[in-house]
Nanobody
């Protein structure tokens, strides 16, 4: 069983930045597809960014140029650097791992963008 623990969420003003972290309980990031999703109450969970074990990266159109996903395999941690945040980025952000044909989710971390 793999546990994923997110951290780094909080309250930030519009235009500000946050860095989210997702720490895995096992050494999986070098062989897994790691993703960040977000969800607003009443809406479906949506994909924000994804990084494959081969380093292929994809972003949702809404965050391209503002968010950066990266992985530190030595620390079993994936990051999401979020810049130029807007109120529309307010959501619970979840880390997801696709590893050995199974999907694992973290518990989520709240990001609130408000003045």
């Amino acid at each position: 069983q793999v546990q994923l623990v997110e951290s780094g969420g909080g309250l930030v003003q519009p235009g500000g930045s946050l860095r989210l972290s997702c720490a895995a309980s096992q050494s999986i990031s070098s062989s897994a597809v790691m993703s960040w999703y977000r969800q607003v109450p009443g809406n479906q969970r949506e994909s924000v960014a994804r990084i494959s074990s081969g380093g292929i990266i994809n972003y949702a159109d809404s965050v391209k140029g503002r968010f950066t996903i990266s992985a530190d395999n030595a620390k079993n941690t994936v990051y999401l650097q979020m810049n130029s945040l807007t109120p529309e980025d307010t959501a619970v952000y979840y880390c997801r791992a696709l590893w050995q044909f199974r999907i694992y989710w973290g518990q989520g971390t709240q990001v609130t963008v408000s003045s």
